[in-house]
């Protein structure tokens, strides 16, 4: 049984606040350090071995400078949340987290090429629900 604190709604909300700092702050993380994400999660059956491996694959892409420190700081600190506080569909609610910072962040590139813009200072309260309404559906105009 998930816990209320990691329903669909907040890992999607979690995922976009990681997939908006992923395409505005510098250096940008690119599609490929994404995948690998993935992959470093995937590659892992036991779940906290998976979350472990991929908050150490993420602190080490920051010290390389391929992932920024906010992007980092996010997916970490969702990570270690979903590892202490996940219980048993840990690995689930994880792998669930990591998709849709994906999908985000595919979106969110697209966008970027297109114009999108958001200021920092709105990052860290912005819904998935806000954002359809602000930028998806406005933006398409």
């Known amino acids: 049984m998930s816990l209320p604190q990691f329903t669909t709604d907040s890992l999607i909300d979690f995922a976009l606040r990681a997939a908006i700092y992923s395409v505005i702050q510098s250096p940008q993380?690119?599609?490929?350090?994404?995948?690998?994400?993935?992959?470093?999660?995937?590659?892992?059956?036991?779940?906290?071995?998976?979350?472990?491996?991929?908050?150490?694959?993420?602190?080490?892409?920051?010290a390389r400078g391929e992932i920024n420190r906010k992007t980092s700081r996010e997916l970490v600190k969702i990570l270690l949340r979903i590892k202490e506080e996940g219980g048993e569909e840990k690995g689930e609610l994880a792998r669930r987290f990591l998709g849709y910072y994906r999908w985000l962040f595919d979106v969110l590139e697209k966008?970027?090429?297109?114009?999108?813009?958001?200021?920092?200072?709105?990052?860290?309260?912005i819904t998935f629900r806000d954002f359809l309404k602000r930028f998806v559906i406005g933006f398409s105009r």
Do not use: Y
């Open 29 to 62: 993380v690119s599609r490929a350090n994404v995948m690998n994400i993935l992959e470093i999660f995937s590659g892992e059956s036991d779940a906290d071995a998976a979350i472990t491996l991929t908050i150490a694959h993420i602190l080490r892409q920051e």
């Open 111 to 125: 966008m970027k090429r297109m114009g999108f813009r958001i200021d920092l200072r709105e990052v860290p309260n």
